[in-house]
């Protein structure tokens, strides 16, 4: 959630802050504020988008080479001026941004309330500014020292930088259970809650950890020390972020982009892991678990959204190919309900920002209770990268509408290339159809491509169900993970209701809800249980329901049946729910786009969930 970017050197800050937070508008975006020094403090802050800040501070005094800025999601108080970031201290020499939440600000608040201190907002970080600069009035201690000692008293999650009126040469920053990097540049320094506002001006990062804070000079020196003052040595880490992912590229919306961007990343996502002449996969961090995974009992796949839809692919092709139980779990319900786990488990987490908060969670009580824990994330140095014991990354590039697209092929494939390397390890795959798998997962990035040429096609169909109110889409097998995830982008992004249900179970309730009001997506291409799903397509014609059927090329019998068709090359079974997403994907786009709803911000949502 929230958006934080933060500068300190030679250069004017304030168009380094809201280029940033441009850059991490998909985080948050309910409303937007900078803070500069120039040379007294100067806080500008506005409901609304970073584009309004930037009107409302078209006249104002810009001065100032240090500042930070934030974008919002909103937890504690609503969407308002007040309540946007920074927040300042009772004197109005602190400046303070946070993303995260403060678990025990009441008590915090009413302890200062009692001291004698007012608060203009509702939120938990302006408790937080006030209770720094409290410690530094009563404990005549310097900012770094009043940092650490408010950070010691808090329960939550946090990551904040803060800036003092008195000590215009110095920002500090801090993070726990919510991201943050330091961008190193030429004698200039950044903070962030991800790379992409600091990828355009250096490649030289670290990413802070737990508990951690850094100290911010100018000139460019900095310091590394928990908030029990142990100084540490940092590690640099080197970005590898093309800033041409970071922009639209001649497309409308980012979202769009990246679905035309799937048959790069799922050919990026597998380069270099596996060939279909020689007949291997290789996956370097099943390497790294030894026979820990071979020889598990079960695979437990925790993740939340669009990334569960992928576990639950997942499921289907580790036990069929791999043939190891599985099960997937919503990691914001794992840790909850005490469940059963041993050494003989292993969860895998999956996670595009590798931040998700839930998903951590999970992953640390698995730790406790021995588990093997294995990451399947996008971004590099991302907190599950850093805390399981391996892992792979998807490789799929910044994923910057909030929907996501891109990232869910991108796991589906690298899941896939799991499953397809344990179950040739295991033996539980046949060789000639491990090598046809192989064969044919290499064609995948040309035959996404040729579905992404019927996107005309799809915006046609898209006219034709834009005013609906519900929707239900339908599959079987493999793809009704893909039912459940097409149902997720229309609600997503086109606010309109959805359901995703085994196409089966439709007479099991939902059936009362067809009408000729109600479209109906079949995914039809599977060749395992054609005539079943074309007996569901016959039952929801019978009650003069509208269906759009997702079928493999040259399907004539479901065509004749459906009233609109979308065709898709044939593939093998397993591989069917990468190129059956596609027109999903393309289709809630498209209708969200002629309802007019903000395609690559959708309103509620933002793009990683660091707080639970």
């Avoid at 903070?191 to 670290?206: C, G, M, Q, R, W």
């Avoid at 329901?545 to 609109?564: E, F």
């Amino acid at each position: 959630m929230c958006g934080i970017v933060a500068y300190i050197g030679n250069d004017a800050a304030f168009p380094v802050l809201v280029k940033g937070l441009q850059r991490l508008e998909y985080r948050g975006y309910d409303s937007a504020g900078v803070a500069l020094l120039d040379p007294s403090l100067k806080v500008y802050k506005k409901q609304g988008k970073v584009a309004g800040l930037v009107e409302f501070t078209e006249n104002a005094s810009l001065k100032g080479y240090a500042g930070i800025g934030h974008t919002r999601w909103a937890t504690h108080g609503a969407p308002s001026d007040a309540n946007a970031h920074p927040h300042v201290s009772a004197s109005g020499r602190l400046a303070l941004v946070h993303n995260g939440i403060i678990e025990n600000y009441a008590l915090l608040k009413a302890v200062l309330e009692k001291q004698g201190h007012s608060f203009t907002s509702e939120t938990d970080t302006e408790v937080l500014v006030h209770l720094i600069e409290a410690i530094m009035e009563t404990e005549e201690v310097p900012l770094e020292a009043a940092v650490r000692m408010a950070l010691q008293r808090v329960v939550g999650a946090y990551a904040i930088v803060v800036m003092d009126a008195d000590n215009p040469d110095l920002l500090i920053g801090a993070r726990k259970a919510s991201p943050m990097v330091l961008g190193i540049g030429q004698d200039a320094l950044y903070l962030a809650s991800d790379a992409t506002p600091i990828a355009e001006y250096t490649n030289k990062v670290v990413y802070l950890q737990d508990e951690e804070m850094v100290v911010l000079r100018r000139g460019g020196t900095f310091e590394i020390k928990t908030i029990h003052n142990e100084l540490l040595k940092p590690t640099v880490q080197e970005l590898d972020i093309n800033i041409e992912m970071l922009e639209k590229g001649g497309f409308d919306h980012f979202m769009l982009k990246e679905i035309h961007d799937q048959p790069r990343t799922i050919a990026d996502c597998m380069r270099g892991r596996i060939n279909a002449r020689e007949g291997w996969v290789h996956l370097g961090g099943i390497e790294a678990c030894g026979s820990r995974l071979t020889e598990a009992r079960r695979l437990i796949f925790a993740a939340c959204g669009t990334s569960w839809h992928a576990g639950l692919i997942a499921e289907y092709l580790f036990e069929d190919l791999a043939r190891i139980p599985v099960e997937v779990e919503y990691a914001s319900e794992f840790r909850y309900r005490n469940p059963i786990l041993s050494e003989e488990d292993v969860v895998i987490a999956i996670s595009q920002s590798g931040e998700t908060a839930d998903t951590l969670a999970a992953l640390q009580l698995a730790s406790e209770k021995g588990a093997l824990t294995y990451g399947v994330v996008n971004v590099v140095g991302s907190s599950i990268a850093r805390n399981t014991h391996a892992g792979s990354y998807i490789h799929a590039g910044p994923e910057i509408g909030v929907a996501s697209t891109k990232a869910f092929t991108a796991q589906v494939t690298l899941l896939t290339l799991m499953a397809l390397h344990l179950g040739h390890r295991k033996g539980t795959i046949a060789e000639d159809y491990f090598r046809d798998l192989l064969q044919e997962l290499e064609t995948i990035p040309d035959k996404v491509a040729a579905v992404l040429e019927q996107d005309e096609l799809i915006r046609s169909i898209a006219v034709e169900i834009q005013d609906k109110s519900n929707a239900l889409y339908l599959g079987r097998g493999y793809n009704f993970p893909v039912a459940l995830e097409g149902a997720l982008k229309l609600k997503e992004i086109s606010y309109i209701h959805a359901e995703g249900y085994p196409a089966a179970e439709m007479k099991h309730g939902p059936i009362a809800l067809i009408d000729e009001e109600m479209p109906v997506i079949v995914l039809a291409t599977n060749q395992s249980a054609h005539e079943k799903i074309a007996s569901n397509i016959q039952e929801v014609k019978a009650r003069k329901g509208k269906v759009i059927a997702v079928v493999t090329q040259g399907d004539t019998w479901i065509r004749d049946m459906a009233d609109y068709t979308i065709e898709i090359p044939e593939t093998l079974e397993p591989l069917s729910p990468l190129l059956s997403v596609i027109p999903l994907q393309l289709l809630s786009y498209h209708i969200a786009v002629m309802r007019g709803c903000n395609v690559d911000q959708p309103r509620n949502l933002a793009k990683s969930v660091t707080v639970e």
